[in-house]
């Protein structure tokens, strides 16, 4: 299976064929990442100068919450606020229009959460080890835990130069659970509850959350992993869009700067093949229910 599928496609929310849906779905289940040569967002005027990093002041993100209209991590003027999130709200829109026409068998277990626009160059960027996506690694939010869900993410490169983002991508999911599960360690009595208790976790980690994030440190902390994979690099040109399960694509950003994202939740029950989610193969490895 390559890790990569084009799929030919120039607007948000058109008509896709049965065949296109179904060959999409079952790809981005088994580990690939879609890819859009010519999916590209359009931007105003206006809006491109947005694409700088002085926006962001300190955080690495602007962030948007499409449920509440809320905009965060921005530093920018109180009307030009109001049009920033405008692009990101259209964006949102744009990214929930592809999936409901693209994988139209998630519409009752897809749920929306953030949207991002990433201006601040990837390479070089400063970062503690556990928020440096340069490592290869898979995702888990550590304050938030996902419950079991899946992390479907949603790219964009809305490079105004026509610089691509670079990507490596690794191997597949069960390859690299299986490889770090026995040096993961168990949680221990009282963890979860009290790191929900301070504040730590937006809620109660479950035993999947605990053993993701363990997987996640485990391979960004793992020197000869990265380096097996320092040539497998993927390009995404400017202009270009692509879409995959990322708690399950090993994946890493090398280089590149302004790029939209947006995260949808999906559940497991929702999947065509339920037995590709990583709740699914972390559950074998361990021998019982982790969420
Ligand atoms: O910014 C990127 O290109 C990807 C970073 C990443 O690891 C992620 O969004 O999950
Ligand atoms: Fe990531």
């Known amino acids: 299976m390559s890790p990569i599928l084009p799929i030919e496609l120039c607007t948000w929310g058109g008509e896709i064929p049965q065949a296109t849906q179904v060959a999409a779905t079952d790809a981005l289940e088994a580990g690939s990442v879609l890819f859009f040569p010519n999916l590209s967002f359009e931007l105003t005027e206006t809006e491109r100068a947005f694409l700088s990093p002085e926006i962001v002041g300190s955080s690495k993100n602007v962030n948007y919450d499409p449920k509440s209209g809320k905009v965060g991590g921005a530093n920018v003027a109180a009307m030009k606020l109001h049009e920033l ?12 229009e592809l999936l409901s ?63 691509p983002r670079v990507w490596k991508v690794g191997e597949q999911f069960d390859t690299v659970a299986r490889k770090y599960w026995p040096a993961l360690r168990a949680p ?56 995959c399960f990322t708690d399950q694509v090993s994946h890493a950003a090398v280089s590149g700067a302004h790029q939209l994202e947006q995260t949808f939740m999906v559940d497991v029950n929702a999947l065509r093949n339920p037995a590709s989610a990583p709740l699914r193969v972390l559950e074998s490895l361990a021998g019982r229910k982790l969420a």
């Open 101 to 163: 026409t693209l994988l139209p068998t998630y519409r009752n277990g897809l749920h929306q959460a953030r949207t991002s626009l990433r201006p601040v160059e990837v390479a070089g960027r400063k970062q503690t080890w556990r928020k440096d996506d340069t490592r290869l690694h898979v995702d888990s939010f550590p304050s938030q835990p996902s419950r079991g869900k899946r992390i479907l993410r949603v790219f964009c490169n809305v490079n105004p130069d026509g610089r």
């Open 85 to 96: 999130r405008g692009l990101m709200d259209r964006f949102a829109t744009a990214t929930r």
């Open 188 to 243: 221990l009595p009282g963890e979860r509850g009290l790191l929900a208790a301070i504040r730590v976790t937006k809620s109660v980690r479950t035993r999947y959350d605990h053993y993701m994030l363990k997987l996640h440190d485990a391979m960004k902390l793992d020197p000869v992993y990265q380096a097996r994979f320092a040539s497998a690099t993927h390009l995404f040109p400017a202009g270009s869009s692509w879409v």
